[in-house]
């Protein structure tokens, strides 16, 4: 049975940090994508961040870019996310996904596993 199960997850004030880790079970994702995307209340899922199958290209959302880096242990099938300066809009429930493919992609439709989420929540 494939799992991915996120945590690092909790409450921080503005300004602080946090790493979300996702552990992938059931088989190897090595050769495939992975991403992070996130759900505020009463919001649509959004794509906050991508990384490819080798960890060599990644993309990231403009409202993260330069404050998130994503990154990934293709042996401890493993993926990662540090979050930096923290603002009370990254306050969401935070969704890792494995893609179908091995290329990097913003699209929700691109990604076949989803773990069930980890709640982010920046205090202001």
């Known amino acids: 049975q494939v799992q991915l199960v996120e945590s690092g997850g909790g409450l921080v004030q503005a300004g602080g940090s946090l790493r979300l880790s996702c552990a992938a079970s059931?088989?190897?994702?090595?050769?495939?994508?992975m991403g992070w995307f996130r759900q505020a209340p009463g919001k649509e899922r959004e794509f906050v961040a991508a990384?490819?199958?080798?960890?060599?290209?990644?993309h990231y959302a403009d409202s993260v870019k330069g404050r998130f880096t994503i990154s990934r242990d293709r042996v401890k099938n493993t993926l990662y996310l540090q979050m930096n300066s923290l603002k009370a809009e990254d306050t969401a429930v935070y969704f890792c996904?494995?893609?179908?493919?091995?290329?990097?992609?913003?699209?929700?439709?691109?990604?076949?596993?989803w773990g069930q989420g980890t709640q982010v929540t920046v205090s202001s």
């Open positions: 059931g088989r190897s994702f090595s050769t495939s994508a």
């Open positions: 996904a494995a893609g179908t493919t091995g290329s990097a992609s913003v699209r929700n439709a691109e990604y076949a596993y």
């Open positions: 990384i490819n199958w080798s960890g060599a290209v990644t």
